[in-house]
């Protein structure tokens, strides 16, 4: 690997970072700001290049020293083009060339990659899927995104929408995730765990069963945090909404397992935070459900890289880059 510096820009709908590092997945410089989408793309793009340009003088160095930069953001995106196009929570970055816009500015290579292929590369790189070939990433947050790696290399399809197991119908009813009913993403979400409680309350109030949730619906919506933290306290209705998201997510695996065969499923969000009151019965499901050679030969384990992945997967964007570039 070059030597020199490694830029990576990780855009979300609430916050974006700037971060450099000579010896990633280690930051020496790091810049945080609100994205405000509702004000435009133009804003937040003055911010980054702001902030990179900042960090590169706080070091002492210019932007001919990078050797490359990556970005992190949420999807539909075109990698190819370098795109941003509308994500949900960026519905005013219309078909943004945001990789021109920065490849102009430092005049140095700019790769794009959506963040849950950017979390897969990271968790094979530095994470828990370290030592493997063949590693799913999930990203378990509001929604359901997966990356998927073959033979050490991301997967991305005849037009860059593999992985998208969160999109699969496991149910013909149930939540909704992914614009479609009893979909994994549906199940197995924190929006889709939010939408699991509404129902599971309604139904412990029919029975007159207590839950602790029931003080909190008083006040507000019920959230995933709010039965996460319910389940861990020991509230059987919000540990029975886990464990049936858990089951959900466990029949997902299932299809990733007997369709892909890998050595290693890594599970990020809610995998992390739920640990195994909600990966126990996912594992179970799986092992019920999958062919036994291919569960035999998988791991289902929580991420490691924790709050950090969204710096560290930005980096290893760039890093990935430069590894796959074909020469001049």
Known sequence: MQQGWWAGVDIGGTKTAVVLSCAPPEIVCRQEFATEPELGPEPAIHRIIAALKEILAAQGTAADSLNGIGISCGGPLDRRLGMVMAPPNLSTWIDVPIVEILRREFNCPVRLENDANAGAIAEHRFGAGRGFHN?????????????????????????????EIGHVRLTRSGPIGYYRVGSAEGWASGAGIAQIAHSALDKARRAGKHTTLFEVAQERAVTARDVGLAAQAGDAVALRIIRTSGRKLGLALAILVDILNPECIVIGGLGVRLGDMF???AREVLASE????????????PAVLGESIGDVAALCVAMDGAEHRTPA
């Open 135 to 163: 590693v799913v990433f999930l990203t378990l947050g509001t929604g359901l995104g997966s990356g998927i790696l073959i033979d050490d290399r991301l997967y991305h399809g005849a037009s860059d929408m593999a992985g």
């Open 279 to 281: 990966l126990g019965p």
């Open 290 to 301: 999958a062919l036994q050679p291919a569960v035999e030969a998988c791991r289902v384990v």
